[in-house]
């Protein structure tokens, strides 16, 4: 299974992200799909997912500033984070789940690349 992410780049604290990620051969449409992040340093993290039915899932961290949505028309899943701060700077990673906890790494078996989101104060 393929996916793509897009959407990083060099960003200003106080601003707004929108992440987009695209999933190859349909994966994500009859799947949960979710987005985590890896800090330089740190370990992965969960940012948020969406369900099937359409339920959402967020981090503490971002549960105020974030928005994940889907479009199973074109099969992808955005999530937009605004009044960004420098913690924020991480590589994002999309992912489909399988099974499992929406909130651990281990329930998604299929991945994307990253895209790099670097937030500057």
């Known amino acids: 299974v393929q996916l793509q992410a897009s959407g990083g780049g060099l960003m200003q604290a106080g601003g707004s992200l929108r992440l987009s990620c695209v999933a190859a051969e349909r994966a994500g449409s009859n799947n949960a799909m979710g987005w985590f992040r890896q800090a330089p340093g740190k370990e992965r993290e969960f940012v948020a997912s969406i369900a099937y039915r359409g339920g959402t899932y967020y981090a503490g961290s971002v549960k105020d500033r974030a928005t994940i949505s889907r479009d199973r028309a074109k099969d992808t899943v955005e999530l937009q984070i605004n009044n960004l701060e420098p913690s924020d700077t991480a590589i994002y990673f999309c992912?489909?789940?399988?099974?499992?906890?929406?909130?651990?790494?281990?329930?998604?078996?299929?991945w994307g690349r990253g895209t790099l989101v670097t937030v500057s104060s």
């Open positions: 992912a489909v789940h399988r099974s499992g906890s929406y909130y651990a790494s281990s329930s998604y078996p299929y």
